[in-house]
């Protein structure tokens, strides 16, 4: 959220994707640091540092469905998409995250770096 404005004038600059995968791949290791700290510290240090970049993938895919779709039905059609997914992944994340948590209490952590 809060560095949501500054990673959207830098894909400005730079492209869409750079920023995209740079957000991608502290999203994946944040959750691995998760899935390995053993401290509560390093667990919350973790969720701050990377949380500015991994938060912000929402928007930068927002984008690029505005980018890559014409005014006009294709985009609503692109959005709705998009955003059943989003609400789908609300739904099921955390019965699959609650399931995996019930057997290792890292393994949600683990299971959403590997995706």
């Known amino acids: ?5 500054t ?3 830098w894909s400005d600059a730079v492209g869409r994707r750079p920023v995209l995968m740079l957000c991608c791949a502290a999203f994946c290791l944040q959750f691995s640091i998760l899935a390995a700290s053993s401290s509560l510290l390093c667990f919350g240090a973790s969720y701050v540092a990377f949380g500015l970049l991994s938060d912000s993938n929402g928007a930068l895919e927002s984008t690029c469905i505005a980018d890559a779709t014409p005014v006009g039905s294709e985009r609503s059609v ?5 955003f059943t997914v989003i609400g789908a992944a609300m739904v099921v994340g955390p019965a699959v995250g609650g399931s995996l948590a019930s ?3 890292r393994a949600p952590f683990a299971a959403a770096a590997f995706l």
């Open 1 to 5: 959220f809060a560095a949501t404005p």
């Open 7 to 9: 990673l959207a004038s």
């Open 78 to 82: 692109a959005f709705g998409r998009f």
């Open 103 to 105: 057997r290792d209490g």
